[in-house]
């Protein structure tokens, strides 16, 4: 099995991008570490604190943040850094060439019981029109990302990530401390019959959202026998995508914070969606290319539409008016 290093120089990925990989894949080590001890290492359960989002943080997500935000910090090729868990953009060093966005610990309402969760990370480059500490940093679209990914921790923990060619999967190997090649190109199927999505928000859907589940998903014999596989953490959700297709939703909904649905542009949406494309898939907000979106604040919310292209495209059909 090929090396990460190796697998990235074949891909003709810059040197520097290279190293800071390399930094963010570091701190994923020790957080897959904390993890696997979980309670013996006292990181289980909640603060007293809720973050910029408005969520009770639990002890790991306080702590994955700080080992990222430290490291990235601390390396001389960032310009500056955004985390879900922070208000504001941080400074790194002058000139640097690239930024660094991430959400340290998608899925920790998981962490109490040892569920799936994950690491979503995206790199640009920076941005020397503006104020290295400015929003408008981030203010890319998606489509120049120079690399995306996610680092999955489970039974075995997982990097799914792409620098601008095919999605590919590496496994930690626990013997030697790297991550080795296990899927050299992630394909996910045009058309399947899984689905996530979290059911219980039915009630607060457009009438458009509740058709596609009405009128087609359950009425439609394309789609008897299909199942419904929900996580409560996009991160693992997205990693069954990757592995054999389906369709991930989370719609917009008329609860308050939600007209413009709940997951964040710049450290979901917006990797997730490369990992999707690159893949074969598509991701979507409300019939729009996720990847072609113009952000307009650090922490913007979208609808995502994300998955195995015919599913994506009959919600949209049913549901984009």
Wanted: contains cysteine; hydrophobic residues 40%; proline residues 3%.
């Amino acid at each position: 099995m090929k090396r990460l290093v190796p697998v990235l120089k074949k891909d003709n990925v810059n040197l520097e991008l290279i190293m800071l990989i390399r930094t963010i894949l570091a701190a994923s080590k020790e957080i897959a570490f904390r993890v696997s001890q979980g309670d013996l290492a006292g990181v289980l359960g909640s603060t007293l604190d809720e973050n910029i989002q408005g969520e009770v943080q639990k002890k790991l997500d306080v702590l994955s943040n700080q080992l990222l935000k430290d490291m990235l910090l601390d390396d001389d090729s960032v310009r500056a850094i955004a985390s879900e868990e922070e208000d504001f953009v941080v400074a790194g060093h002058k000139g640097a060439p690239y930024i660094v966005a991430f959400d340290p610990l998608d899925g920790s309402s998981n962490v109490d019981i040892n569920g799936q969760i994950g690491t979503i990370f995206t790199i640009y480059a920076a941005r020397d029109d503006v104020a290295d500490d400015s929003e408008l940093q981030f203010a890319q679209q998606g489509k120049d990302q120079l690399c995306a990914g996610y680092v999955l921790y489970g039974a075995s923990t997982l990097l799914v990530m792409t620098t601008g060619g095919p999605t590919r999967c590496f496994t930690l190997d626990l013997t030697h401390g790297g991550y080795l090649l296990t899927e050299s190109e992630c394909e996910i199927p045009v058309e399947t019959k899984e689905f996530a999505v979290n059911i219980a928000n039915y009630r607060y859907w457009s009438e458009h959202t509740k058709t596609y589940f009405n009128d087609v998903l359950y009425a439609s014999e394309d789609y008897a026998g299909s199942s419904m596989r929900w996580n409560a953490a996009m991160v693992g959700d997205m990693h069954r995508i990757i592995s054999r297709g389906g369709l991930f939703l989370y719609p917009e909904d008329s609860r308050p914070g939600n007209q413009n649905g709940k997951i964040r542009l710049l450290y979901e949406a917006n990797p997730l969606a490369m990992l999707a494309e690159n893949a074969g898939g598509k991701a979507t907000a409300a019939g729009k290319r996720i990847l072609d979106i113009q952000p307009s604040s650090l922490h913007q919310r979208v609808p995502v539409t994300l998955g195995s292209v015919k599913q994506v495209d009959e919600f949209n059909k049913v549901t984009v008016k």
